[in-house]
């Protein structure tokens, strides 16, 4: 079993991830702040690159089955800035789901695991839903 080392600098990356997202979806709510989804998305980008590296982050989204996800997230960051933020966020979800559609199945497992809600995503419907991508491989 392979084992996840939890060091500092993996530490700080999910916590500037998961503050991005924070703060995303707190632009989102105060009526889609171009200003805040902006830092949100900076503070993710940023976020994932400290977590798995320079090399490692510029390989996963330079990969050509990433390139649709990529740019539609850059196309997307971009409409955020010049003040289109509703457009820019449609834009950036496709292709965040394009992007990280191969974490899918490690999300589901884990989400089955949890306490509360895992006895929701075990049941039958939700997990054949989550059993036709069980068996693709996680893509860093």
């Known amino acids: ?28 709510i105060m009526l889609f702040d171009k200003g805040l989804i902006a830092i949100g998305n900076i503070l993710f ?31 997307g960051f971009f409409f955020v800035i010049i003040g289109w933020p509703i457009i820019g966020m449609i834009v950036e979800t496709y292709g965040f789901v394009v992007l990280f559609s191969g974490f899918w199945p490690t999300l589901a497992v884990f989400l089955q695991k949890v306490p509360v809600i895992g006895w929701l995503f075990q049941q ?17």
């Open 45 to 75: 980008v940023s976020g994932v690159t400290v977590t798995i590296g320079l090399k490692s982050t510029v390989q996963f989204f330079m990969k050509r089955s990433n390139f649709k996800g990529t740019v539609s997230f850059g196309i």
């Open 1 to 28: 079993m392979v084992s996840f080392e939890m060091n500092e600098r993996k530490k700080i990356g999910l916590g500037l991830t998961g503050f991005g997202v924070c703060i995303s979806l707190l632009g989102i």
């Open 124 to 140: 039958p419907f939700i997990r054949s839903f989550f059993d036709r991508y069980r068996g693709k491989r996680v893509p860093v």
